[in-house]
């Protein structure tokens, strides 16, 4: 797939490449898939998949939306004062990063992949496919993340060889146009992640 005039940046990022970056409060370890930094916070959006080991409480981030999926294991309960929330398999999970959330696992270790983006920057949005899809996508950055088996990514109207993602690999397209991609399975209980990223539009006066 080549890159096409509506395309700022595209990327093909492989799960090997993935950094290690410990926990802000040190209860584990996350694995990153990309960061974009801020002169004015530790960063105005990241992307990452983590293992949970053990129980214990979330990082807490002030002025950050997170959204994560538990990709592996069984169910995580997440706790919020005197809520709990039984979070399944590929089931996208929305909170504020102020939150005081804590991690149960009464089915074992789990991995979860993470989408955090700070308020003042824009706002997120994910999506579990597990079938072939054709996904219109406009301005921002998107990262496609195969969490499982295998999928191949192309442009609609693109006569290029489709990208290949195979399990932990993730698809960056920075855009400033919409275009359609077309997504399909290549194995079976294959499951993609579509995670978006849409930057404030600038208040007009």
């Not at 270790?109 to 996508?137: E, K």
């Amino acid at each position: 797939m080549r890159n096409a005039s509506s395309i700022v940046t595209f990327e093909k990022i492989s799960a090997a490449s993935r950094r290690p970056v410990p926990w802000k409060n040190r209860g584990g370890v996350t694995r990153e898939i990309a960061v974009q930094h801020s002169p004015y916070a530790d960063f105005d959006w990241r992307v990452s998949v983590a293992d949970v080991d053990q129980p214990g409480p979330f990082s807490e981030f002030d002025g950050v939306d997170r959204i994560i999926v538990v990709t592996r294991g069984g169910q995580m309960a997440l706790r919020h004062r005197d809520t709990v929330h039984r979070l399944a398999c590929w089931e996208p999970f929305a909170f504020a990063g102020e939150d005081s959330i804590t991690a149960h696992l009464p089915a074992g270790p789990t991995r979860d992949f993470n989408l955090m983006v700070r308020r003042a920057y824009g706002r997120g949005a994910v999506y579990v496919y597990h079938a072939a899809q054709q996904l219109a996508i406009a301005t921002g950055v998107v990262f496609l993340h195969c969490a499982a088996g295998s999928f191949s990514v192309s442009a609609v109207g693109d006569d290029e060889s489709p990208v290949v993602l195979e399990e932990g690999d993730t698809l960056r397209v920075d855009l400033d146009a919409r275009m359609v991609f077309d997504v399909r399975p290549l194995a079976a209980e294959s499951t993609l992640i579509d995670a978006r990223i849409e930057p404030a539009r600038p208040s007009s006066r």
